[in-house]
């Protein structure tokens, strides 16, 4: 999976989606696809996370909770989740 983008100068080459598990507490990322099925969509949905939304890691949960920052809201996600959100940093 890859997100594409442009920038000032035209076309930029495809940046790789990583799960967001992968990024590191204080990079901000964008969410790019939700792996699996309808309802864990639909469950980030009702919390905002929709592709395209822009957030900031606060936390890894490296032991503890996994959360992010959209806007002025702290979400806490699940391991389970964050494995299957993909997101490419910005």
């Given at each position: 999976?890859?997100?594409?983008?442009?920038?000032?100068?035209?076309?930029?080459?495809?940046?790789?989606?990583?799960?967001?598990?992968?990024?590191?507490?204080?990079?901000?990322?964008?969410?790019?696809?939700v792996?699996?099925?309808?309802g864990?969509?639909?469950?980030?949905?009702?919390?905002?996370?929709?592709?395209?939304?822009?957030?900031?890691?606060?936390?890894?949960?490296?032991?503890?909770?996994?959360?992010?920052?959209?806007?002025?809201?702290?979400?806490?996600?699940?391991?389970?989740?964050?494995?299957?959100?993909?997101?490419?940093?910005?």
């Amino acid at each position: 999976m890859t997100a594409e983008s442009t920038g000032p100068g035209g076309f930029m080459p495809p940046v790789p989606a990583m799960p967001l598990m992968m990024a590191g507490e204080g990079q901000e990322v964008r969410l790019v696809e939700v792996l699996g099925g309808h309802g864990l969509a639909r469950r980030l949905a009702e919390m905002g996370l929709t592709p395209g939304t822009s957030m900031r890691v606060v936390a890894q949960g490296r032991p503890g909770p996994f959360i992010v920052q959209v806007g002025e809201s702290k979400l806490v996600l699940g391991r389970g989740m964050v494995h299957r959100v993909l997101v490419t940093p910005l």
